[in-house]
């Protein structure tokens, strides 16, 4: 069963903590982004990865860190730096990321509370 | 900069009245256009998209999206309205040259039974 997962599907952080959400996908994808929602502003996108072993930031990138050290994960960290950071936290993929005429498929998502 | 304007937040219809909702994006260049669908608790998924080709695409569930690119358009339609239709709805741009996808702030379509 081919697909997006991520988990956990609700994170709680507490003050100046570091948290990591996971994501992995199994679509045999090169390319990984992470997304933000927040209601009324869409999807917001925070770092993506073409390849495996690099990445690039988005447009909301501060305060969040990621890695892509094997091609069917991109784990997001969201740092202590990040002052607001409650939010629903969407990963996806897709077959090629500098390609045009590309299709992003999404995971679950992952809603992070602060508590 | 790209940018994605979806012009109506909250949309609330009876069910089989008809649906459109509108998605202006700028760019200047050729783009690829989504249509993207959560319903509650569920996924974000591809509803349609339009690569190249027959402006009128048609997606799953019966919805339609038109590319009018004279007027930097892209609107999702439904002829007829179904309670399982209530989702939020998001239009998204990606530009020929660059790996963005831009998504328009969405709207939240509710269908009363």
């Known amino acids: 069963d081919g697909g997006i997962t991520q988990s956990p599907k609700y994170l709680f952080r507490k003050e100046g903590q570091n948290v990591t959400l996971s994501c992995e996908q199994n679509l045999n994808h090169d390319a990984m982004y992470w997304y933000r929602q927040d209601p009324g502003q869409g999807l917001r996108l925070i770092y993506y990865s073409q390849i495996v072993n690099d990445f690039q930031k988005g447009d909301i990138a501060e305060g969040y860190s990621v890695s892509r050290e094997k091609k069917e994960s991109f784990p997001l960290t969201v740092t202590s730096a990040q002052k607001n950071p409650t939010a629903f936290y969407l990963c996806?993929?897709?077959?090629?990321?500098?390609?045009?005429?590309?299709?992003?498929?999404f995971g679950p998502g992952t809603r992070l509370l602060v508590l | 900069a790209q940018s994605v304007s979806q012009h109506n937040h909250h949309v609330i219809l009876s069910e089989a009245a008809s649906l459109e909702l509108g998605c202006n994006y700028s760019?200047?260049?050729?783009?690829?256009l989504f249509w993207y669908v959560q319903y509650p608790g569920q996924h974000l998924q591809l509803l349609l998209k339009y690569f190249s080709g027959d402006p009128l695409v048609k997606g799953i569930k019966g919805f339609e999206a038109e590319f009018i690119k004279s007027k930097f358009s892209f609107n999702l339609r439904k002829p007829s309205v179904q309670w399982s239709d209530t989702a939020e709805y998001f239009c998204?741009?990606?530009?020929?040259?660059?790996?963005?996808?831009?998504f328009g702030a969405g709207t939240i379509l509710r269908v009363k039974s």
């Open positions: 996806a993929s897709s077959r090629q990321g500098w390609g045009y005429q590309e299709t992003q498929y």
């Open positions: 760019y200047g260049g050729t783009v690829n």
């Open positions: 998204a741009v990606k530009g020929e040259y660059g790996n963005k996808l831009v």
